[in-house]
Every structure is written in C-alpha cells, then in structure tokens.
C-alpha cells in the first residue's frame, strides 16, 4: 500500500483520538502522539506487516458483526426469503 489512508479513514482516527483524550483527559501532544500511533497500526495492518492474533480478529468481526441491523441486513441480503 504505497497511497496514505484516505482522508475520511484519517478523519475518523482524529475523532478516536479526540474522543480518548477528552475520556482520559489527555493533553494536545500526547492525542497527537496517539493519533500517529494509532495511524501506523492501521498502515501496519494494512500493508501485511501486522499480523492480528486471533483476539484481534474477533475484535474486528465483532466490530463489523456487532450492529443489529447490519447483521439483519447482511443476512436478509443472503437468505432473502427468511423471516428475521
């Protein structure tokens, strides 16, 4: 992956990072030092050179699993006929 992330995937590590700081009550330049931290897994994982261990990746099928309506949509999407 040689293209930076998009601006809207760098948007919303902004907001995580926003929203930590503002729970944690952590200052500007330790947010700051998050946010580069948090950009450089994501890049990392990306790239292939993160591997997940599989705490990981249930965090992230939770993650995208973890909507109710996304689910029912997912599986209206593949067994239309079923009553949800």
């Known amino acids: 992956m ?3 992330l998009t601006p ?3 948007s919303q590590i902004r907001t995580l990072c926003e929203s930590i ?3 944690d009550q952590l200052g500007e330049d330790v947010q700051e030092e998050l946010r580069g931290h948090i950009e450089d897994k994501v890049i990392a994982y990306l790239r292939g050179e993160e591997s997940i261990s ?3 990746a249930l965090l992230l099928a939770r993650e995208h699993f973890g909507d109710a309506i996304t689910v029912k949509t997912l ?3 593949a067994h239309p006929t079923r009553a949800y």
Do not use: I
């Open 2 to 4: 040689d293209k930076p």
């Open 8 to 10: 809207e995937t760098q």
């Open 54 to 56: 599989e705490n990981d």
């Open 75 to 77: 599986l209206h999407t």
């Open 21 to 23: 700081a503002q729970r």
